[in-house]
């Protein structure tokens, strides 16, 4: 919640700023998915570090037909997640919730048509505090993203600013 206030502090309201910065966010994606992926039904989505499931519910809302599968490190957000998809069964997707290191999933490859992994940006002083339980924070600052999403094969590398703190990288998978 404090993520999308700050990113869109003049918003009339969190639920105005959460569609926004989430929707700039989806609407990233989708456009990706249909330049490049020609459009091909979405059947499986991965989040890595679905957290408490946030991320996911809003891509089941974008994909209504997809089946969600939800990673984290944290087996204490993903109890969350689990609960809070309970709580509304008339979700048209299914979801699944996987608790694993999103370096090493286990999952095989090439089975998911998109994998996400999103908002993982800090304030200085949650970033000290955070330090303890994700001890990859320095690397993560001082990692060229595009360079490296590149060598590791992706091909269609693209970096949209989708708010004013945020910017999302797509790229896909070659065929
Ligand atoms: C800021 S939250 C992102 C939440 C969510 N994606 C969203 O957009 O609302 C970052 C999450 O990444 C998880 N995480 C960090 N490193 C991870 C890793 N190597 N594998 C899986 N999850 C990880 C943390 O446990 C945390 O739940």
């Not at 003049?10 to 105005?16: G, P, Q, R």
């Not at 989430?22 to 991965?46: P, T």
């Not at 590149?150 to 790229?171: C, M, S, W, Y």
Request: glycine share 4%; aromatic share 10%.
């Amino acid at each position: 919640m404090s993520m999308v206030r700050r990113a869109k502090p003049d918003a009339s309201s969190l639920e105005e700023a959460n569609e926004i910065v989430r929707g700039n966010w989806l609407n990233a994606i989708e456009q990706h998915h249909q330049q490049y992926s020609r459009n091909l039904k979405v059947r499986d989505i991965l989040d890595i570090g679905c957290s408490v499931g946030v991320s996911t519910k809003f891509l089941a809302d974008k994909f209504p037909s997809a089946k969600l599968t939800g990673l984290d490190l944290s087996p204490y957000f993903l109890a969350v997640a689990k609960y809070k998809e309970k709580r509304r069964p008339n979700s048209s997707n299914s979801f699944q919730w996987i608790h694993a290191n999103g370096e090493d999933t286990g999952l095989d490859s090439q089975s998911f048509d998109i994998v996400s992994i999103s908002y993982v940006e800090l304030l200085p002083v949650l970033f000290t505090l955070m330090k303890s339980t994700e001890p990859f924070l320095d690397e993560y600052y001082l990692l060229d993203l595009e360079k490296t999403v590149k060598e590791a094969g992706f091909i269609n590398v693209q970096t949209i600013l989708t708010d004013p703190r945020h910017r999302t990288l797509t790229a896909t998978v070659p065929y």
